[in-house]
């Protein structure tokens, strides 16, 4: 297994479509990241939620994700599985995000996405952040569109326990759905981590990286 260390980590944008989104793909991330650079800047942006209880439910999930970090969050009120009809808005909201932050490191959906509203936002990421480097998380659903990642951070075991535990604790709206419980996230992140030689892992999807290997 290769690895790779960056030189600077101070600030990270991450994007999702809907609250939870984000911290279903890259809690464990977000976690041990914020662990490791107290004060790191997380500028954070959900296209869909504002103004319900899931706004409520993902300003308190991403501060319990991103403990002693700087964390700006905007939460839209774009409707729930109608990016495409809305591409301008967000398009506007992703251009803003880029013309306020400089990020080391971008965490989004990852770009063959079966749900068309995570895929939508894949795509425009790029678009406004052309030179940046990307991770795309995956996003465990009914869909069986889990492919074939080639990025990993390797989780501790207590921080994979307590992604999932602040997973149920803040979202409790999405209790009902079947795919939303303890084994799911706790047996991905298990094989993810049997992938990379760790217990634990989340995975992410990475299209383009640059190396200075005589820097």
């Known amino acids: 297994m290769i690895g790779l260390v960056p030189v600077r980590l101070g600030s990270l944008v991450a994007v999702g479509a809907h609250c939870d989104d984000v911290?279903?793909?890259?809690?464990?991330?977000?976690?041990?990241?914020?662990?490791?650079?107290?004060?790191?800047?997380?500028?954070?942006?959900?296209?869909?939620?504002?103004?319900?209880?899931?706004?409520?439910?993902?300003?308190?999930?991403?501060?319990?994700?991103?403990?002693?970090?700087?964390l700006r969050l905007n939460v839209l009120k774009l409707p729930d599985g109608r990016l495409p009809a809305?591409?301008?808005?967000?398009?506007?909201?992703?251009?803003?995000?880029?013309?306020?932050?400089e990020p080391d490191l971008i965490l989004a959906p990852r770009r063959d996405d079966a749900h068309q509203d995570h895929r939508g936002l894949a795509e425009l990421v790029p678009t406004a952040f052309?030179?940046?480097?990307?991770?795309?998380?995956?996003?465990?659903?009914?869909?069986?569109?889990?492919?074939?990642?080639?990025?990993?951070?390797?989780l501790r075991p207590e921080v994979a326990e307590e992604k999932v535990s602040l997973l149920q604790r803040h979202y409790p709206s999405q209790r009902h759905r079947p795919w939303y419980d303890r084994e799911a996230f706790l047996g991905l992140a298990r094989i993810r981590g049997i992938e990379c030689g760790a217990r634990y892992a989340e995975a992410f999807h990475g299209s383009k990286l640059v190396l200075d290997l005589g820097g």
């Open 23 to 70: 911290a279903i793909g890259a809690g464990g991330t977000l976690l041990t990241l914020c662990a490791a650079r107290p004060g790191l800047r997380v500028d954070a942006l959900v296209l869909s939620g504002g103004g319900t209880e899931r706004e409520e439910e993902e300003h308190a999930a991403l501060a319990a994700f991103c403990p002693g970090a700087d």
């Open 86 to 101: 809305h591409w301008h808005e967000a398009k506007e909201a992703v251009e803003e995000l880029r013309a306020a932050t």
């Open 130 to 154: 052309r030179d940046h480097l990307t991770l795309g998380y995956e996003i465990v659903k009914w869909d069986g569109d889990l492919g074939r990642p080639n990025v990993y951070q390797p």
